[in-house]
């Protein structure tokens, strides 16, 4: 039986003093509402929220600013018709609702946003983007244009590290989450239906339980034999850049290699596989290896660990990525 902790610490807080992170932005709400550049849209990550003062309203703004651009910071609300203003579920939903749910609502969400309608950018922190990754294989309707992973559950993980209970609204979570995992298994259908973190757990020893119990992530890779879905590659294959930032002493994503699709390779815990080494890339499972042929994915990394990145790199990624003929050089 796993023992489920989530992974909080470094997500969940203030800013970093070192300016790791983000450091406080003075900007107005405006800029978020309006801007001459393509629309972007963010997804926080689990034990945050769109409307945290801390975190995702300071890089909203930045973001708007840099790019010169509308920004929509998505909300998870519970109430399907319901597509703002829930903060406290928001930071809930992003372990509690499942993630085909969380794809599910984030594509409500965007669609419902007219200034959205003709394509949007897309930059998600940590499980933000694999919500991201979703709403691309599932819907893509409107389509992400460029999408920019920080620190992002691309391949799943296989590890799970301790949850903070001493971090203020976040220990009631974290002694709900190894409440539920204690219950049973990950691949229970009570947990895979209670916990989002449980649909992405990649057990590379334990792949036959995985592909035929687990929710959401064999089947976006499209590792469930007869269940292969063409649209889903069809749709990751039209992103114009992908871009994936991987910590290097992440110790929340583990493996951190899945930050750049690299994972453990089939059978074992130990043992890693480079992306273009293993078989979702070389047989082109879900169009990876069509997107890096035609030169549409980036690869960075950021020093130290999960989310601890410096504002310039993030001024950077922006101004490379959502900014038209950007003329930048990236500095990590």
Known sequence: MLRFCAALAGIVGGLAKDGSFI????????????????????????????????GMVPLRKLIAKTADA???????????????????????????MTMDEQVDQF????????TLSGGFNAIGFSQGNTVIRGYIHKYNDPP??????????????NGLPQCPMNVTGVGILCRTVDAIVSHAGVYTGYVQNH??????????????TYRSHGHFLPYINNEVKGKENTTYTENFKSLEKLVLVMAEDDTMVHPKESEHFGFFKDGSRTELVAMKDAPWYQEDWFGLK?????????????????LRFKEDFLLQMVKTYFVPAADVSIVV
């Not at 594509?107 to 007219?114: I, L, P, W």
């Not at 992400?144 to 993980?157: D, E, I, L, P, Y």
């Open 23 to 54: 450091v406080e932005f003075q900007g107005s709400d405006e800029l978020a509402e309006a801007g001459n550049g393509i629309p972007v849209v963010m997804m926080h990550g689990m034990g945050d929220f769109a409307n945290n003062p801390m």
């Open 107 to 114: 594509a409500r969400v965007v669609r419902a946003d007219k």
């Open 144 to 157: 992400v244009k460029s999408f920019v992973s920080m620190h992002g559950v691309m391949m799943g993980v």
């Open 195 to 208: 916990l989002a973190q449980a649909n992405y757990f990649r057990d590379a020893e334990n792949l036959e």
């Open 70 to 96: 509308y920004v929509h910071s998505v909300e998870l609300c519970s109430d399907p018709a319901k597509l703002s203003g829930c903060d406290t579920e928001d930071q809930s939903n992003g372990f509690f």
């Open 290 to 306: 069509s997107l890096d042929e035609a030169k549409k994915i980036d690869f960075h990394s950021t020093p130290g660990n999960h």
